[in-house]
Each structure stands twice: as C-alpha cells, then as structure tokens.
C-alpha cells in the first residue's frame, strides 16, 4: 500500500469517527431512512433479532428478522457498546478500500485496452469509494450490506490475484448473508483462472473444481447455521425465502414493492417468477461476451443488483460506482455521463422530500416515493448501459486502431 492510500484511508477513518462523536443522533436517524436500510439489512431489525436471541427466542418467529444467524452470533460477542459497533464498521470500509487498492494495483481492468495510462491510481479509487456520500451514509447507517460489500470485494482482490480458493470461499460468504452475490459465482470462477500464472487443467476442470469448493463452503455456513438456531432451519424460510417470496412491502428504491403492493394475488407468483429470473439472464450473456473482461462483468452485475433485486439500497449503487472507478479509462467514450449524473443527484435530493411528503405531511401518496425512485433506477440504468457500451467501444478500438475517434453509425 502506498503512502498515498494510507493518507486517504486515515483521512476517511477519521471522518467518520468525527461524524459519529459529533452527530450521535445522526445514526439513528440514518438507520430509519428505507433509501438506506431495508427489511433484510436493517440495523434495527439486527438488534431486535439480537434481544430476542439473547434471551432464548427464536428470532425468526414473527416475520421481522431477516438476516443470517452468523450475524447474531458475530454480535453477540461484541460489547454492548455502541462505540464498538461503529468501530466495527469503520473497519469494514478500510477492509473494502484495501481490496480496491489490491485490485487496482493488478491492472486487471485496463489489461485489454491500449488506453492504460488513463487509469486511476490506486489511492484514487480508494478515495472514490471511501468518501462517497452513499458510502458514507450506508456506513453511519450501519445495515448489514456493509457485510456483504466487504467480502464481494475481498472475493475479487483474492481473485485478481489468482487464488480462486479464497475467492470463491468469500464468495460463498457473501452470497450466504445476501443471496443475490450466488449469480457472481461463473464470473469469478472466470477471473480468478484468469489471475492463475500457470492454469492447471481445462477451465472446465478448473471450474467443477470451485464450484465444489463454493458448495461445500455454503453447505457448512448453513450447517453452522443450523447450530446456531438451535438445531432448526425455520431460519432458511426467514432469511433467503424473503428475498425470493418478497412477503414485506416496506418501501425502498428498488421497483419490487410498489409493484407487488398493486399486484393481484393470482398473478403474484408468476410475476416473482419472472422478476427472479430477470435478474439470471444476464449472467451467461455477459460471461460469453465479455470473456476476456470478467472483472467488468462482475462489476455490470453488480449494477444490475443495484437496480433490479427486491431490495435493494443505496449501498449497493456505492459498491458498483466504486468498482466503475477501475474503468476510469472508459470514462472519455461513455455517451449520457451529465444526463445520468445529474438525473441521480435529482433523485438523490428529492427522494427524501417525497418521502416526507407522502409519510409524514400526508400531502402526498406512494406515487410520489415510487415515481423519484423510478428515477433513481433510470439514472443507475443509464450508467450501466452507457458503461458497457464504452467498454465494448474501448474492445473494437483496441482491435481494430484505425477505428479510434470514428463514429459508429447503425446502417
């Protein structure tokens, strides 16, 4: 690590701690906003499962905790103090920025285009990701995606480096607590073999190979989990038959519970259905065509998560804007940056007022909160599509030089 990443990270350290010592009303009120926290990350929910737990009641009995049970045995070990806990999540953003670091520092994001020298220095896309307004509010929050985001990002600096075992164990990790992180799995398996200095075998081998390791590692967090809970799995239904099942309608800036709230109930499971696997559908494609860019692929996943899983907060646009600032490089060919840039600062300003608006004033409804979100998502899916679109520019231009600068007209 350089000197400069260390100036940034201490920097970012003590912002925090200046904000929680200075505000300490602030993480409360952070934890209450659903732009932040929702029902399967909540902060209030994690300590509600943590009283019951500690007094010999299944949390999960009632339908209000959502979360894994290794979270409450983690917690559980803690102090009861809130100065620890805030603490522990100081600590897991300068985790996640040392894993930016590594990953930049590897060059895997520029290492198939001849725009090399317009990438960020590591210290750079550490500060990108450790001084954004979300990343910063999501850490105050402190909502268990800030658990997640870590070992996602632990997982692609394991990989990058080649050690696909480690990788694909934080993988298992991260899927475990969110679910979701399960559709990175092909991308990872691709770029962590692309990190190997000597592949052995086929990638077919190579990949059966992690993919047996990734189940074996969540069979045995499940099966810990399974100890934890007393011996019961009523926590399965609880944890990741939310996320499938959507049972909790509670507003957030995804487009699930507005949707599913004016469903009839006889289309409601086909509509999951199709929700679900909208989410799959890209996995294979992107793997196919952008093979020699798995980074990039995790990285556009991680976008569409952002967007399209059922629920979704903005921790997840900070994890995916953060990994985008590998791809500095790109940043010259995307079409819509001002339109998209300005669209999420719009949305990020008023949704809390038409949130206020509809909740608290009562002059409004969820039309209100449901429209500025689906501006949100408009914004976070302009810049998805508009990064793709230059990294595929960036790909022909890097094979074929005498195109660089050119328009490209559709005939």
């Known amino acids: 690590m350089g000197r400069r990443s260390l100036v940034v990270i201490i920097v970012a350290v003590a912002l925090r701690l200046v904000l929680f010592a200075a505000f300490p009303s602030l993480p409360d009120l952070l934890t209450n906003r659903v732009e932040i926290s929702t029902p399967v990350t909540s902060f209030k929910r994690l300590q509600e499962g943590l009283f019951l737990y500690t007094h010999g009641v299944s949390p999960y009995d009632g339908g209000v905790f959502h979360q894994a049970p290794l979270l409450l045995a983690f917690f559980t070990t803690l102090p009861s103090s809130a100065t620890a806990t805030n603490l522990i999540y100081i600590l897991l953003d300068v985790f996640s920025a040392y894993a930016l670091i590594n990953i930049s520092t590897s060059g895997i994001s520029v290492a198939t285009s001849n725009r090399k020298d317009a990438q960020f220095p590591p210290w750079a896309v550490s500060a990108a990701f450790l001084f954004n307004p979300f990343t910063v509010a999501t850490c105050l929050a402190r909502p ?182 590998l791809y500095r490089h790109i940043f010259p060919l995307m079409r819509y940056a001002f339109f998209a840039t300005s669209t999420l600062l719009y949305a990020t300003l008023l949704g809390p007022a038409f949130y206020y608006l509809w909740i608290y004033a009562g002059s409004g409804n969820a039309n209100f909160f449901y429209a500025i979100t689906l501006v949100w998502s408009l914004a976070v899916t302009v810049i998805v599509t508009d990064a793709l679109f230059a990294v595929l520019r960036d790909e022909w231009e890097t094979e074929r030089p005498e195109m660089r600068g050119k328009d490209v007209i559709r005939i």
């Not at 050690?163 to 990175?184: D, E, K, N, R």
């Open 144 to 325: 268990t995606i800030v658990f997640t985001n870590t070992v996602i990002l632990t997982a692609i600096s394991k990989a990058v480096q080649g050690h696909g075992a480690a990788a694909v164990l934080a993988l298992a990790m991260s899927a475990y607590l969110s679910l979701y992180p399960i559709l990175l799995l092909p991308p990872m398996i691709l770029l962590s073999y692309d990190g190997l200095k000597v592949p052995s075998g086929g990638l077919g081998v190579y990949a059966a190979k992690m993919t047996g390791v990734f189940i074996a590692a969540a069979a045995g967090l499940l099966g810990l989990s399974y100890l934890i809970t007393g011996g019961s799995w009523e926590f399965l239904a609880s944890t990741y038959g939310v996320h499938l099942l959507l049972p909790d309608l509670t507003p957030n800036v995804g487009l699930w519970w507005y949707f599913f709230i004016e469903m009839f109930d006889s289309f409601r499971n086909f509509f999951l259905c199709v929700f679900q696997l909208h989410l799959a559908v890209y996995v294979g494609g992107l793997c196919i065509r952008l093979r020699k860019q798995p980074l990039f692929v995790i990285t556009t996943l991680l976008g569409i998560f952002s967007i399209f899983k059922s629920y979704p907060s903005i921790g997840d646009t900070a994890l995916y804007l953060s990994l985008l600032a």
